[in-house]
């Protein structure tokens, strides 16, 4: 396992929520991007946010720009996903992604690589 997602649970509307997405076998050096995506129940999977090795610049879906927040902390190895104003809707399964030799951002989960395990993430009063 090279990535490994936590951090979800159950939050009422409104509320926030940090992801963390700790890199295991190699530091985060090795992977030019690490993303973070979504999958609710009969949807396809969606990507949220992205970050780069280069220069840490971000990316974000439309649907989370201004709520949802990427970082990296390279001296823990891990990327986070800070998560605000939390609406049902964002009720899905998150997980994090990474890819060693991506040119560029992507919200496309098939141009990545190396995936974590999904951590549940439960947006209800």
């Known amino acids: 396992v090279q990535l490994q997602a936590s951090g979800g649970g159950l939050v009422q509307p409104g509320g926030s929520l940090r992801l963390s997405c700790r890199a295991s076998?190699?530091?985060?050096?090795?992977?030019?991007?690490v993303a973070w995506f979504r999958q609710a129940p009969g949807k396809e999977r969606e990507g949220l946010a992205s970050?780069?090795?280069?220069?840490?610049?971000?990316d974000y879906a439309d649907s989370v720009k201004g709520r949802f927040t990427i970082s990296r902390d390279n001296a823990k190895n891990t990327v986070y996903l800070q998560m605000n104003s939390l609406k049902p809707d964002d009720t899905a399964v998150y997980y994090c992604?990474?890819?060693?030799?991506?040119?560029?951002?992507?919200?496309?989960?098939?141009?990545?690589?190396?995936w974590g395990q999904g951590t549940q993430v439960t947006v209800s009063s």
């Open positions: 992604a990474a890819d060693p030799f991506l040119g560029a951002s992507s919200m496309n989960p098939f141009v990545y690589d190396y």
């Open positions: 076998r190699f530091t985060l050096d090795y992977y030019a991007y």
């Open positions: 970050i780069s090795r280069k220069d840490g610049s971000t």
